[in-house]
């Protein structure tokens, strides 16, 4: 079966706990992950534009927003526990390769333009606090690279506490800008009442929804609650929903709360001293000082700033973990996948702020938003036909009050996000001296976006989703059988990694040893903790390489096959030689995935580095 974030699923134990309480806490965690996307610079810079140019008047957009968050976070959530399956999973076994491809482009560039937002609001912190010329700070969050890939390895429950811990420096920092701010509670009641001062407004208006429901976390949300274990009955997993949605009611009302605390900053220090065009971070964090009097208040509005940057960085990382082995069935070496989407953040970043200097990073973080805002009906509509399907859900999908409130979120969010491209290519083609380049471009890939859409909502509607969803894991077990004939080779090793290379491997091993030889299957964890602490190492993916090598042994010793295991720590290239010169083989029989040169560099290469250093033969077989 397919599992998502495969190093921790299910490795969060909730049975067996001796109260109520404790068993909530166990379930806690995932939502605070989901958290921090709400939080992160970009909602920063969304939040200080319409508290500064508009007052208290669009803190209505923010209440509405975290109700619209906490809906489609239920959703998702939903997705994850009934069906062991994320939304890019789901997504990829319900639509065609032509419209993956598609929405798997649109999601990863919701990432970028997250991981933009991220990456400019440590930057500005880092600038703030310490002096960091901005470029500089920028390329230094390169290095945060290594922190995922240590929590990681430490766990899930860890890496939650980390998370944790940033939102409540967060969340302190706030409460006491609150406290030195002192806004008018009347004014910021009046603030919850619907209204749009203006055309801008719309357009500030449509980026907090934007960095308030963000699509990758819908993606995140399905995958991170299957990293808690508990009984797959209608009573556990109807306990499992309830105990997520409590964890999704209170970490997104903290989100809100730091939302609006900066919209509320903002309106009450700058509105109301007539400077209405305070949108960029470094402005704000410079007035701060001599507007509310107390030399703190930049201090802690940039401790905030770079806690809110770190923590949302590590969680869309996984995000894009999950959508690239979601919809393309890809996996590639962590540490790369994290490069790659840095740098897809940190080029446009440097190129344009060298250019424009730093001036405009408020304007390309309130953009970053409204990209964010223009995938969202991509991936909300398929969310909530996969959760209002009853053959997909079990039993468990939503009711028609539920279908109707999301459709309605849904339409909302998908007008105003039609009205705003309208709007801006209207704008375009009005002051362009080439319309017609316009015409030729812009407005055909509109008109296809719009296609597309409607296509996703319809489809459903029209021809039946597949009844079950299939199995699209690298780390399957369904291995299938040659047939035996004569045998010489009596004692075979079998390198095996859990991927679709395994069947070829084990099955040109049965030819070549039939039922009367001995097969070693020898498996390489590869995780940092590996290498660093050895066989002393007990992370989660250490314990599912275990699981799996078990079940290998399980099933092919049920054929009749005479089977041992060994697992290795570290790198496969360095200790594969060890347990096979140290071990007595007559063969090493190993499955390649048949990639060469750059993609070598992705999925990482053993061979090569392998065949000089053994003493037996070495049977490569190509998948």
Known sequence: MSKSLEEVNQSVATQNKTSTFRKILAFFGPAYLISVGYMDPGNWATDLAGGSQFGYSLLWVLLMSNMMALLLQSLSARLGIVTQRDLAQASRETYSKFVNYILYFLAEIAIAACDLAEVLGMAIGLNLLFGIPLIQGVL?????????????????????????????????????????????MASVLSGLIPSIPTEEALYIAIGIIGATVMPHNLYLHSSLVQTRKFDRTNTGIKQALKYNF???????????????AILILAAATFYKNGLFEVAEIQDAHRLLEPMLGTEWAPILFAVALIAAGQSSTITGTLAGQIIMEGYLN???????????????????AVIVISIFGES????????????????????????????????????????????????????????????????????????SEN?????????????????????????????????????????????????????????????????S???????????????????????????VGAMVYGKHIEDHETLIDEKLLSEYKEMLSQKGFKV??????????????EIINNGIFDILVMGTHGHTGFKDLLFGTTVDKLRHKISIPLFIVKN
């Open 564 to 577: 041992k295991t060994k697992l290795g720590y570290g790198k496969p290239n360095k200790v594969i030689p």
């Open 501 to 527: 290379a395994d069947t070829v491997a084990i099955n040109s091993a049965f030819e070549l040893g039939g039922k009367e030889a001995k097969y070693t299957l020898i498996h390489v964890v590869e995780t």
């Open 330 to 348: 890809l996996r590639i070496q962590p540490w790369v996948r994290r490069i790659i989407t840095r740098l897809i953040a940190i080029v446009p």
């Open 140 to 184: 230094i969050t390169v290095l945060d690279t290594f922190l995922l890939l240590f929590l990681i390895n430490k766990g899930i429950r860890k890496m939650e506490a980390f998370i944790i811990a940033l939102v409540a420096i967060i969340g302190f920092s706030f409460v006491f800008e609150m406290v030195f701010a002192q806004p008018e």
């Open 246 to 260: 409590i964890d999704s009611t209170i970490a997104l009302n903290l989100a809100f709360f730091v939302n609006a």
């Open 435 to 499: 319309p017609v380049i316009l015409w030729l471009t812009v407005v055909p890939l509109a008109f296809g976006f719009l296609v597309l859409l409607l296509f996703i909502v319809f489809k459903p509607f029209i021809t039946k989703a597949k009844q079950e969803f299939q199995n699209h894991s690298p780390h399957n077990l369904d291995l299938q059988f040659s047939e035996i004939g004569t045998y010489k080779t009596k004692r075979i090793a079998i390198t095996v990694d859990f991927s």
């Open 360 to 431: 405009v990073t408020g304007k390309l973080l309130i953009l970053s938003q409204v990209i964010l805002s223009l995938q969202l009906g991509f991936a909300i509509i398929p969310l909530i036909h996969f959760v209002s399907d009853k053959t997909k859900m079990k039993g468990f999908h939503i009711s028609k009050i539920t279908q109707i409130a999301s459709w309605i979120v849904a339409l909302i969010i998908v007008t105003l996000n039609a009205k705003l491209v309208f709007n801006e290519i209207q704008g375009w083609l009005e002051t």
